[in-house]
Every structure is written in C-alpha cells, then in structure tokens.
C-alpha cells in the first residue's frame, strides 16, 4: 500500500495554498498513493510562531466541517484516496489543532484534536489552542487501520501505547519542525522506537521553508515496525515523499508478537500507585 507525504512551503495566501494540496494530492494519487498526508497548519503561516495577545484569534480557524474539509472530501471521493489534514479548527468559543481525516469515498471520518499543548519559544500554541478532547482514534479506513499523533504528542509515550493499543496498521505525524530544533537525529529516533515499540508504521509529514521566525526543516519520512526508516524526503525543499506498506509485516513484528502478550500494565499501575 502505497502512501505519501506532502511537504511544500506554505504562503500567505490560504486559497491558493489549499489549490497547491489539492495539487499535490492528483500527483499522489497519479502515482499510486492510497493515503495522502499533510504537515501541521497545512495551509496557512505557522502563526503560532508570535504571541497573539490575551485571547484565542478565533478568527483565524475554521469549522470542521467547512470550506477546507469539504473541498478535500470531494477530491478523495473522485481520486479514491484517504486524506489527513491539519488545520486550524474553530467549534464554537474553543479552537484546536486538528487532523480530519477524509476516506476514499469523501466522508469525514472525525477529527483528532492534539492533545498537549506546547508553549515555548517559538510555539506559542497555548495562546491559540485548546488541548483536544476526542482522545486517540483510530480510524477505519481503505488504506487501513490510521492513527493520528500530532506534533507535539508524539513526545508522550502514553500517545504513542494509547494508539497502539488499538491496533492501527500506520500511525501518521504531522509536524512543525524547525532546522537545528533538536539534536541530530532525534526526531527519527523517536518515531523508529514508536514503531517498534508498539507495532505499526509511523509516518512523520513535516512543514519546510522560512517563515516569520522560524525554518522548518523538512525531511518527511516514515518508519517500519522493526525501527527502520523506509522513506525520508529531502530538506528544506518541497516535495512528494512515497513509501511501499507491507501491513503483513505487522502480525509478525516483535510488538505483535512478544511486547503486548508480555506486558505487565497492572505493574505498572502499582508502581504508579495508579488504579485501574
């Protein structure tokens, strides 16, 4: 199963941003992709770059459903692709930072909301986002069984067992991630032990390009359930990352196979003096 990463610099335009992902969507699907994955705020300027003052810009999200979603939604359904987004999503006084995700036959399947919120030099985020509150889905989908960590909770181990725990073929990541934001290598590290760990793909889609006080990196990719990375994009440029997935490499993995038959979470909960 074939998938792909956008990665391309996003303008001030949003309209003709979201023209540029329906774009690379045809590309992808031309080439054989049955999943199609964007990077964090896919289609408008990284704002939580800058402080915006005392109140949430409501202003600046969308609904979901809405003009963005629906778009898409008819472009899955015509292409028979499964599309994750990331975006900038308004429900009522409350905004978030949100992945729809659309199946191959246009429908909405829900919204995972991210769940930790980052506030830090650079990403401000508590300032626009509301911590999410639809836990950690998994989706049913034509591409398969798809979770979404977004950005910053990929960092939580929890996020990381949460979905594994239910079983998802690809776990998919979308990023802000600067040049130089963290040691060499670290990034991948991370989402090669999650893969392994827990027992899927993972599938990291970063933002690239100069923004108002930051560059993002690029360098898309996605890694196997042994740990090994399969694909990687290039950086700092724009581009269309493509992985070969072979879910029947999952029923055979170690995770699958030794660390959930053998896990003990009621020692855990004991050390933790956790109950339940």
Not at 39 to 44: G, I, K, Y
Not at 55 to 77: Q, W
């Amino acid at each position: 199963m074939r998938i792909a990463l956008v990665q391309f610099q996003v303008g001030d335009d949003h309209e003709a941003s979201v023209r540029r992902g329906h774009e690379a969507v045809r590309e992808a699907a031309a080439a054989g992709a049955r999943l199609v994955a964007f990077p964090e705020l896919a289609f408008t300027p990284f704002f939580p770059c800058c402080q915006p003052g005392r109140t949430i810009p409501l202003d600046m999200a969308e609904p979901v459903p809405g003009p963005t979603t629906d778009g898409f939604s008819r472009l899955a359904a015509e292409l028979g692709v499964v599309i994750v987004l990331n975006l900038y999503e308004r429900e009522g006084g409350l905004a978030y930072d949100s992945s729809p995700v659309i199946d191959a036959d246009g429908r909405l399947l829900g919204t995972t909301r991210m769940l930790h919120v980052a506030q830090m030099p650079h990403f401000y985020e508590q300032d626009y986002y509301t911590p999410g509150d639809h836990g950690m889905p998994v989706y049913e989908t034509a591409a398969g069984r798809i979770g979404v960590a977004i950005c910053y909770d990929r960092h939580y181990p929890e996020v990381m067992r949460g979905l594994g725990l239910k079983r998802p073929d690809l776990v998919v990541v979308p990023q802000a991630g600067m040049v130089g934001e963290w040691p060499e290598g670290l990034y991948e590290a991370e989402l090669r032990v999650a893969a392994f760990q827990n027992g899927y793909f993972t599938a990291l889609a970063n933002r690239v390009g100069k923004e108002a006080t930051m560059e993002f990196g690029g360098e898309s990719f996605v890694c196997d359930p042994s740990g090994l990375v399969v694909a990687r994009g290039p950086s700092a440029v724009d581009a269309i990352v493509y992985a070969d997935l072979d879910y029947g490499r999952l029923a055979d993995c170690h995770a699958r196979q030794l660390f959930y038959r053998d896990r003990r979470p009621e020692i855990v909960a004991t050390l933790l003096g956790i109950r339940g």
